[in-house]
């Protein structure tokens, strides 16, 4: 008995968050738990997600609550899952979800799940479930895919390297949805990719494409994706370059996919996430000296017409001195818009930027310095015309030893009216992170934070500014 009892084990964690607006005296709440279960060669998982905005509610700012459960069961051969999960097939031009906790994007399946391990390094992937796409913005949680949350999603995946230097895969994803005009109108994406290693050399192709029926008038469509990728680390160097050509294979067209192809540019910007985008990337780092580490990138994505263009260029350099306890990064990023962001028809902007870190002991002190030079031109409505301003900003932090750090930061803007920030012009703020013991940390935030269009992974949002406090505790056990 107590060696079955030894064989048990139940582990968590849990994110406890509290935000309070100075503006109307607001509160956010929200508490995610996680539970792990396992015993021999069962496991489970329990999850819950509680959302609570302070009243009055609307339909923009509601609460939000679910429940989440995984049971599975691996032996050695294979393995059955049940619940909530997260998959991904190849690079994601077929299929992929996943968890980003720092943008707060939540894209889950729930449904069941058969994995097989196979003669030849050979993985055989079966499922059937439906999407769950939850989605942080305007201060507030939102389920993107709610109208559609009953789709049934049927996919399969293998895998197989029987030689280590070449590796094989093909995919498949059936949708039915209750907006297909008939049983037989589904739609369908299938495909496969290779990869090698040459020596120190890398190389992975990807090929998928899209048969399905157009969104209310019926007929057939279809779509082509393709994705190309190259690396290679050689003595004090290393390359990287990708190439993509998506034309119709994002789906469904609009706030939500079930499937997410990768993005040369390294910000996350995308334009339609595999709808109608063709780009290509190339980075290079290199380690001259022990002591000098640079490293670049190059990146353009466009639609096939050319209406709607990202360019980033992106360069830093690390300086570390034997004989100083300091850490000197200067880099420089350029980003150039065209149609990206709705209502704007350019933004440029070139950004500098310096990080130095001083250490003693167990005493750590970081100056970050960074000044933006911005053009933005407005679509074109009556009245509307080009602005060009600077985004300047600067953060002090002090880490004492793993248990504590202090930092205070300041961005501000030279111009008023900037209808972005909701005209505002300076956001001070100051943390403190407190590493209460090995499996508790808490973090509290006051002042303003500026907000604006960010992305991450080739999904965009606006983040509202925020004023007030943040508090969170992040709790393992």
């Known amino acids: 008995m107590n060696g079955q009892l030894s064989e048990f084990n139940i582990s968590g964690s849990n994110r406890s968050e509290l ?115 939850v989605f942080f913005q305007e201060n507030t949680y939102k389920i993107m895919n709610i109208q559609d949350s009953s789709d049934q999603l049927y996919g399969a995946d293998i895998s197989t390297q029987p030689f280590t230097f070449i590796g094989v895969g093909g995919r498949y994803l059936r949708a039915n949805r209750n907006a297909d005009p008939k049983p037989k109108a589904f739609n369908e994406l299938f495909g496969g990719n290779l990869k090698t290693t040459i020596g120190p050399v890398d190389l992975y192709a990807e090929g998928a494409r899209r048969l399905g029926t157009k969104p209310g008038i019926g007929g057939r469509e279809t779509g082509n994706g393709y994705y190309l990728s190259g690396s290679g680390a050689f003595s004090g160097f290393g390359l990287v370059a990708e190439y993509l050509d998506y034309n119709g294979i994002g789906f469904p067209v609009g706030v939500y996919h079930y499937n997410d192809p990768p993005t040369p540019i390294r910000s996350g910007v995308a334009i339609n996430r595999g709808v109608d985008e063709i780009g290509f990337g190339i980075g290079a780092n290199a380690s001259p000296l022990t002591t000098l580490f640079l490293e670049g990138s190059y990146a353009q994505l466009k639609t096939h017409d050319k209406s709607s263009a990202v360019q980033e260029i992106i360069g830093k350099g690390k300086y570390e001195p034997v004989e100083l306890p300091m850490i000197f990064q200067l880099g420089f990023e350029s980003m150039h818009q065209k149609k990206i962001e709705a209502g704007t028809a350019e933004r440029n902007t070139e950004k500098p930027n310096l990080d130095l870190t001083y250490t003693v002991g167990d005493q750590v002190l970081e100056l970050e310095l960074e000044r933006a030079w911005v053009y933005e031109l407005p679509e074109a409505v009556p009245g509307s015309a080009s602005s060009t301003y600077h985004e300047t900003g600067f953060t002090l932090t002090y880490g004492y030893g793993e248990g504590l750090i202090l930092a205070f930061g300041w961005q501000f803007v030279d111009q008023d009216s900037l209808k972005r920030y909701d005209y505002a012009k300076s956001w001070p703020v100051m943390e403190i992170a407190w590493s209460i013991n090995q499996n508790n940390i808490l973090r509290v935030r006051i002042g303003s934070e500026r907000g604006g269009y960010t992305c991450s992974g080739g999904v965009c949002r606006y983040e509202a500014p925020f004023s007030g406090i943040k508090a969170s505790l992040i709790s393992k056990f």
């Not at 607001?26 to 998982?45: M, P």
């Not at 049971?71 to 998959?87: H, M, Q, R, S, W």
Request: proline share 4%; charged share 30%.
């Open 19 to 133: 935000w309070a607006f100075k503006k109307n005296y607001a509160v956010n709440w929200e508490d995610k738990i996680n539970v792990l279960l396992e015993y021999r060669n069962f496991s489970g998982k329990l999850g819950m997600f509680w959302f609570e905005p302070s009243k009055p509610w609307d339909e923009k700012r509601k609460p939000l609550r679910y429940f989440d459960y995984t049971l599975a069961y691996a032996p050695e051969k294979f393995e059955i899952l049940v619940g909530n999960f997260y998959e991904a097939f190849g690079r994601g031009l077929v299929l992929r979800t996943y968890l980003d906790e720092d943008f707060r994007h939540d894209k889950s399946l729930n449904g069941i799940r058969f994995l097989g391990h196979l003669p030849y390094n050979t993985e055989l992937i079966l499922l059937g479930a439906k999407l769950r796409d």
